[in-house]
């Protein structure tokens, strides 16, 4: 099954990829059909309704959606995903101004996207850390400067373990 946490203005939807034409939106069943009409546009019917649908995808989460005429910002993560995200934000300890940020799970850093003393954004991604055969976008809960970086690609990982710092 795939479990999707999938974001639209302030509202959150659980939806659970039963099988080939069937899904569960926060526990509701639908059955569903999505056929490609070209590279964005899709016609989707679910439970004998027909939507019109357009994406466009704008980063590793984030999409714009036309769907009936009405234009939407839409974040589609997996639900490890959702929970690294969460996890990230809530790990994120300040310290006379300093940031740490701290693995959400056991992982392997794959990436870093980012060197000490470097700028980043609030948002911007500094490591990919691959966990349970998924690669995971960790992102700076905050703007600054890469102060430190504790870990080198390739090295193993457990949940807590300081991954670097922003000032």
Do not use: W
């Amino acid at each position: 099954m795939n479990d999707f946490v999938v974001s639209v203005n302030s509202s959150k939807l659980n939806i659970r990829v039963l099988n080939d034409n069937e899904l569960t939106v926060d526990d509701e069943k639908f059955n569903y059909e999505l056929i490609p009409v070209c590279d964005h546009s899709f016609i989707l019917k679910l439970n004998n309704k027909v939507f019109e649908l357009t994406s466009e995808k704008v980063n590793s989460d984030l999409f714009k959606v036309l769907i009936q005429g009405y234009h939407s910002e839409v974040t589609v993560r997996t639900a490890l995903q959702e929970k690294a995200f969460k996890l990230l934000e809530s790990s994120a300890s300040f310290h006379h101004h300093h940031m740490n940020v701290k693995a959400p799970m056991p992982g392997l850093i794959l990436r870093i996207k980012k060197n000490v003393g470097e700028k980043v954004e609030q948002g911007e991604s500094v490591i990919i850390l691959e966990a349970m055969k998924m690669e995971n976008d960790l992102k700076a809960p905050a703007s600054g400067i890469i102060e430190s970086i504790f870990v080198t690609e390739g090295s193993a990982v457990e949940k807590g373990f300081n991954l670097f710092t922003i000032g």
